[in-house]
């Protein structure tokens, strides 16, 4: 991307304000309510130190994505999320555009990129904590694929630390819910068997499901859920095409058992 591509691109997604040194630097343009929630070169932000939400989020990712500094990189998670806080009101939901000072909007939209990073990170160790972060991101975004799925996994991640059956299964059910609920976001309806052929979608989705089915000893309903999943493999296959063949048998498995 050449240097003129980037500022107008930068330009065009706007940024936190920022500090006065900040004004002569081509690569941190003027300061719009939008942030622009990818991931920039850190070094040429210019930053000196993280002055506000935005900034401490793109060090964050700098720290994840370029140094492999999870700690660090979580630290900053953590400062941006405080700066841009639900609960104290330090950021706010746009659900319309603002009808007038659409460069003024204060306080200034909530981020999303930085709570799916750092429930990210806290997925196995925090799982409760993953799951509140990832809430909120649906709460800025509602129609945002895969929160769900991660949502589930969190709970996944929980029934696993479980100290008693009545709190795994509690866990469980609750994955069960998460997932049912991404594949209620891009559901399967006669429009789109017709365009795509597809009779299933979202093969990660159906996956977990079934094994979570099968811990719940859920036998019919795991079958149903192996079954889904092959159809959505059919033209897509999976990332992890070792599982297909798994799924056959674990189909031809728990019919049997069904039968005895």
Known sequence: MTRLLLVLTLA???????????????NYPARNPFYFEG???????????????W?????????????????????DYRESVGLNSLGKGSCQLVTAAPAQDFGKLDPPPCLFTVRLRLGFLLLQGSPDEA??????????DPHRLEVSSLIGEAYEASAARAQSDAERRRFNEQA??????????????????????????????HWALAGIYEKLGDSQSAGSEYDLY????????????????????KIEQLRGSATH
């Open 12 to 26: 065009a997604a706007g940024f936190g304000q920022t500090g006065a040194f900040q004004t002569t630097n081509p």
């Open 39 to 53: 991931k920039i070169d850190y070094e040429k932000l210019g930053i000196v130190s993280p002055a506000n939400a």
């Open 55 to 75: 900034e401490y989020m793109q060090r964050g990712i700098h720290r994840q994505d370029d140094l492999d500094d999870v700690e660090g990189a979580t630290a």
């Open 131 to 140: 799951v509140a972060l990832f809430r909120e991101v649906l709460r800025i």
């Open 176 to 205: 069960v819910a998460a997932y049912r609920a991404e594949l209620e976001m891009s559901p399967v309806t006669a429009e789109t068997m017709a365009l795509t052929g597809d009779e299933a979608n979202n093969a990660h989705a």
């Open 230 to 249: 092959l159809k959505a493999t059919k033209w897509h296959s999976d990332v992890y095409p070792w599982r297909i063949p798994l799924a056959r048998k």
